[in-house]
Structures are given as C-alpha cells and as structure tokens.
C-alpha cells in the first residue's frame, strides 16, 4: 500500500520522542549537553559523506581517478535559494509554526521547544532517503528504503529528544507531510523525475543542507537553514533545464 512507508516513519518518530522524554530526564544536563554535540557531528558526517558521494565520481578511465560533478549545480542551487528563502523569510514561518505548537503542546516554559522542532525537523526531512524512499512507495509502492529510515530516525530522534526537549517529537508534522505529499504525487511526478539527474541533484544539495543542520547543533546557529530549502526547487529546475539543453 503507497504511503505505509511514511505511517511507519511517523509512528517510528513519535515512539523515538517518547523513549527520549523518559530517557532524557534522568540524564545530567552535561552528559546532555555531551550528547547533543556528539549527535551534532554524527549528522554533519551524514551530510559531508552524502554531499562527497553526489561530488565525487569515479572517472571511466584506465587510472579510475576521482572526478567533480555537480559543483557548480550546488553553488546555483545554494546561493539561489537561500535569496529566495530569505526574501520569503522562510526560517521565521517555521519559528512561527514552533511558537503555535509550543502553546499547543503547553510547553510554553520550554525556551528550546522550538529550536529543537526545527533542527529535528530539518535532520530528518531533507536527506536522499526521504526523497528517494518517499517516490519509491509512490511509484512502486515499495516502502523498504522508508522502513530503514524509520529505523535510523527512531534512533536519531531518541538521542534529539533527550538532549533538546519535547520539540523534536513534534517533527512528525513535517516528516509525514513531505514524505506523503512527494509519495502521493510521484505517480503524477514520474516523467519529470526520470529527468537527467533531478533526485541525485536534490540528494546532494539536501546533505549539504543536512551538514548545515549538523554545525549548528555543535556550534551553535551559525546557518538559517529553513531559508536554504528553497535550494531543493532550484536544483530541480537546474537538472530539468540541463535536460533540454
């Protein structure tokens, strides 16, 4: 059945949430805080070896050296839609969605609760195994790749939770509002993504965004990332154009 991938991968995120709410309060503030850096540089390796995978090519060569492909895709992609995203001031409408669920939630003395939506958010909706799983269980209505997600989610948003809060359980919203809108409009979608190289192109700009997430969870916020979303669209129209020329 299409979309049984993204029930799985939702129900894995709020299970995750939970089993960090219990966890979490039990652990001391500095093992915590230990611990949300330590998961800031697991997703920063998750984003480098995603983004190097869509760079690095090995050439057909007899030598088989190492090629670049793709850069200057990336750089269009990332200057282009991060203009638009902050035109459009995309970051402030995730904060403003955030703030909503935090009264919701009545979490209102939760000074991270929005933080911690976003970045988990963001960690888990913009990787190649969303995209790429969410189409598979549309087109050929093969959950597999969403099912070993729901797994590494259920794991990521556990370590999330215990460190940042209630806000990361909530990143269910968009998990399974992204995941089930690409499944249910890959059928419809289909001749534009057999395009040229469209989902590696959205892949590798999405590890970049994905690394992003991963510094500023180490270092604190050095990136507007919701602005950069735009960058997944541009690099479409990128690849759709490269298509026709």
């Known amino acids: 059945m299409p979309g049984i991938g993204t029930i799985v991968n939702v129900a894995a995120v709020i299970l995750g949430g939970i089993i960090g709410m219990l966890f979490g309060k039990k652990i001391k503030l500095e093992i915590r805080d230990s611990l949300m850096k330590t998961a800031g540089v697991a997703v920063i390796f998750i984003g480098a070896v995603g983004a190097l995978s869509g760079l690095l090519k090995v050439s057909s060569n007899a030598n088989g050296s190492l090629e670049t492909y793709g850069s200057l895709m990336m750089i269009i992609s990332l200057i282009v839609g991060t203009l638009i995203g902050e035109l459009i001031k995309i970051e402030k409408k995730l904060d403003r969605f955030g703030e909503w669920l935090k009264i919701k939630a009545k979490a209102t003395e939760d000074g ?23 189409i598979e269980d549309g087109i050929g209505g093969n959950p597999t790749t969403l099912f070993a997600k729901a797994l590494l989610d259920f794991l990521i948003v556990i370590i999330m939770t215990s460190t940042l809060g209630k806000g990361c359980i909530f990143a269910f919203i968009p998990i399974g509002i992204f995941q089930g809108s690409i499944t249910a409009l890959s059928k419809f979608a289909e001749p534009l993504l057999s395009m040229g190289s469209v989902i590696s192109d959205m892949s590798l700009v999405g590890s970049v965004l994905i690394f992003c997430v991963g510094i500023n969870l180490c270092f604190g916020k050095k990136f507007n990332v919701g602005n950069m979303l735009p960058s997944l669209i541009v690099a479409i129209i990128y690849s759709v154009i490269q298509f026709y020329i």
């Not at 991270?112 to 969410?134: D, E, H, K, Q, Y």
Request: glycine residues 18%; aromatic residues 8%.
């Open 112 to 134: 991270g609760f929005v933080g911690a939506f976003v970045n988990t958010s963001l960690v888990i909706c913009v990787g190649a195994m969303a995209v790429v799983g969410a």
